[in-house]
């Protein structure tokens, strides 16, 4: 199993621009979720699904979207990048909601300029 | 809001001294409490966790005690090896609810 993985490793921005990150799992995971990671600030929720179709605000949400077309992928969408959003971004699953291991991805290294 | 403190930022032993990281959490509905160790440029990556209805759980030389009274949890690492060094991460959760709230974190550093 490759786990969760995301794509790209690494992504530089202008302001303005849009880009969805990828996320995938291969474990048959119903619950996945976007998390940024800034200095001093530990891991924050972006956006979270509990399964395909379904998707909730997290923590941070503003500036992003996202879409569960299916069990495996979970894209984020930057709809207009703003240097607010330089972060390294990881993506995360489970196999139940809260209570239980959370399996990341590598992350993505974010920088808007 | 809910929100996890963690203390130390950053923790400094020699090799071999013990490591203690503490936190607080303010969510009386938590009841799982996983610890993640994140080493430089790579994912979190979990090393011990606990469950409300156990006050002490130990793998090798970690451990991880919590007090529900208090709403604290700390991590314990006895031994300490330069390979230790990383970022570690508590965080607390609710079975199901998809909430898990992350402390700041500790950046450990093991000096030889």
């Known amino acids: 199993n490759a786990g969760v993985t995301q794509t790209p490793k690494f992504q530089v921005l202008k302001t303005g621009q849009s880009m969805t990150l990828q996320c995938a799992q291969d474990?048959?995971?119903?619950?996945m979720s976007w998390y940024r990671q800034d200095p001093g600030m530990g891991l924050r929720l972006i956006h979270y699904s509990v399964g395909a179709g379904i998707t909730d605000q997290g923590e941070v949400p503003n500036g992003y979207n996202v879409s569960r077309s299916t069990t495996e992928d979970f894209p984020l969408r930057l709809l207009s990048a703003a240097p607010s959003q330089t972060s390294v971004y990881f993506c995360a699953s489970s196999y139940n909601p809260g209570g239980v291991e959370q399996y990341f991805g590598p992350g993505t290294r974010l920088t808007v300029t | 809001g809910e929100n996890v403190e963690q203390h130390p930022s950053t923790l400094s032993v020699q090799e071999g001294d013990s490591a203690v990281i503490k936190c607080t959490y303010s969510?009386?509905?938590?009841?799982?409490f996983p610890w993640y160790k994140q080493e430089l440029g790579k994912r979190p990556q979990l090393i011990i966790d606990i469950r409300s209805n156990v006050g002490e759980k130990k793998d090798q030389r970690i451990a991880v005690t919590l007090n529900k009274t208090a709403k604290h949890f700390s991590l314990h690492i006895t031994e300490t090896q330069p390979e230790d060094s990383a970022v570690y991460f508590c965080a607390a959760s609710s079975e199901g609810t998809y909430k898990y709230i992350f402390g700041t974190g500790t950046r450990l550093k093991v000096l030889a």
């Open positions: 474990m048959n995971h119903e619950y």
């Open positions: 969510d009386s509905a938590s009841n799982y």
